[in-house]
């Protein structure tokens, strides 16, 4: 194992040893051995008057005490300190011993450290130091072995903290989140393109250095390649079975507990607007790739759920997708530089919605190739009436009527407003605000004033005469679930 002198240093001072060090900011790690004679790569041990010199290729550390002998076994020693130390922590590294491997890790950096997968799970933390004994963040890893939402949310707020996903090792310091007090580095693990894990350093006995950084980094070559194959079996689990939100998305029962608890990570409300997204990898290569395309897409768009069902990456949004820059960014970047048809649903509003919001977004896909086979992306809204001519079922054709006139249709159902009456009376007219003035025994003013309300409330355009199929065939149906509910209501009472 090649050190630098500043690992060389750590080592030493952990021995309460009468040092003095010389030693350049961006030491390198390439000294192999100890030597009594200068060899390149090298540290050469000699003495000079009083003192005992080592010298790393420029860098130095003086020994106050000691003789030329005794201080070059001192730092031989050190080289087979680290090789020993190496060897144990992949060996616990191979063995997923992750506790095991921390412990040792603290051996030679002397430091707190904690261990995380990639969904934030502590998988090792140093024990030699309790729950109280550094700051709040640190007290609830040791006592519920995840990090807090909280913590996480604010640290993405935090402009000191910089990018959060970002590979490698940076510093870890975080002056907006009151949570964490210590300082130190991070490294994010990632295997194959893929964010598998995080390590974090803490200055708490000594200030980090260089030589920190360095066994950082070492370490961090043995855990990648673990942790990815890790996260690869963890993910391929979780794709196989499903969870709360496959439940929600498939319609069928869902456990309350694990659906509430769910919504409270995600910062998600029940009665919020929902909206998928089918995202189909249309070729071999991409398919092989498609885990670090989910990661990819998650660390992208944090607020978004992003699940597989063969053949369709899906994401589940509590916003509508037309509304979010940062989607339409993701989208355009992703249909631009990869072979991905992606289908939208319609949004709908509240929970109840959600297990119609797949096949929706499906059957956007499906028409689209249809009728625009040279297209990227489909909504399911262009091709909203072929779909209810198609054989769905009655709450299938309800789910997918136009939104902005369902609103309408429910404040008429729950407030008695005149507005959807009117909307339906105007198209039935051609759109003539006159004729449907007269239908409706109202003055002129009035309806033009209504319409004007109603097109503030659509993002249709009443213009276009698709748009005009779709809306119109949408009241259709609701006004045929109103009356189905009627008659339904008093066959039960009769």
Not at 23 to 48: D, F, G, M, W
Not at 387 to 411: G, K, N
Request: charged letters at 30%.
């Amino acid at each position: 194992m090649k050190l630098s002198m500043w690992m060389i240093a750590n080592r030493l001072m952990s021995l309460d040893l009468d040092l003095e060090t010389n030693i350049s900011e961006n030491a390198p790690a390439v000294l192999k051995s100890a030597r009594r004679a200068y060899a390149t790569n090298c540290v050469h041990v000699y003495q000079a008057g009083d003192s005992v010199v080592c010298d790393g290729e420029g860098d130095s550390i003086r020994f106050r005490n000691g003789t030329e002998a005794e201080v070059f076994e001192v730092i031989q020693g050190v080289f087979d300190y680290y090789e020993d130390w190496l060897d144990s922590v992949t060996e616990a590294a191979r063995a997923r011993e992750y506790p095991l491997l921390i412990q040792r890790a603290w051996q030679a950096f002397r430091n707190p450290l904690v261990l995380m997968d990639g969904d934030n799970k502590v998988l090792g933390i140093t024990r030699r130091y309790g729950p109280e004994e550094l700051d709040a963040e640190w007290e609830y890893l040791c006592r519920f072995g995840y990090s807090s939402l909280n913590s996480l949310q604010n640290m993405r707020r935090d402009p000191s903290g910089g990018d959060l996903q970002s590979p490698g090792i940076r510093p870890y310091r975080f002056t907006e989140v009151p949570q964490i007090k210590f300082s130190g580095l991070t490294c994010n693990l990632y295997s194959r393109e893929i964010f598998c894990g995080n390590l974090v350093l803490l200055s708490k006995e000594r200030p980090l250095n260089t030589g920190d950084r360095q066994l950082l980094q070492r370490l961090a070559g043995i855990l990648e390649p673990v942790l990815g194959q890790e996260s690869q079996e963890r993910q391929e689990r979780f794709l196989a079975n499903s969870n709360v939100l496959y439940h929600l998305i498939s319609g069928e029962p869902c456990e309350e507990e694990k659906l509430e608890r769910q919504l409270r990570y995600r910062q998600w409300k029940r009665d919020g607007a929902y909206q998928l997204a089918l995202l189909e990898l249309s070729s071999q290569e991409e398919e092989r790739r498609r885990l670090s395309f989910m990661n990819m897409l998650a660390r992208s768009l944090p607020s978004h759920a992003v699940l597989y069902r063969e053949p369709y990456v899906i994401l589940l949004s509590n916003r509508e997708f037309a509304g979010e820059a940062g989607f339409r960014r993701i989208q355009n970047a992703i249909t631009a530089a990869n072979p991905v048809r992606v289908g939208f649903s319609l949004p709908c509003r509240g929970l109840e919605g959600v297990p119609y919001l797949f096949s929706q977004a499906e059957a956007a896909l499906r028409f689209g190739r249809l009728y625009h086979p040279d297209r990227a992306v489909f909504r399911l809204a262009e091709y909203a009436v072929p779909y209810m001519l198609t054989e769905i079922s009655r709450e299938e054709r309800l789910q997918a009527c136009c939104p902005a006139v369902r609103r309408l249709w429910e404040e008429q159902q729950e407030k008695g407003s005149k507005l959807f009456q009117t909307l339906k009376c105007y198209l039935d007219r051609e759109c003539s605000v006159a004729r449907t003035a007269e239908a409706l025994f109202a003055h002129r003013n009035t309806v033009a004033y209504r319409i004007r309300k109603i097109q503030e409330q659509m993002p249709e355009d009443l213009q276009d005469p698709e748009t005009r199929a779709y809306i119109g065939l949408s009241i259709r149906v609701l006004e045929l679930t109103e009356r189905l509910k009627e008659k339904n209501h008093k066959e039960a009472e009769t």
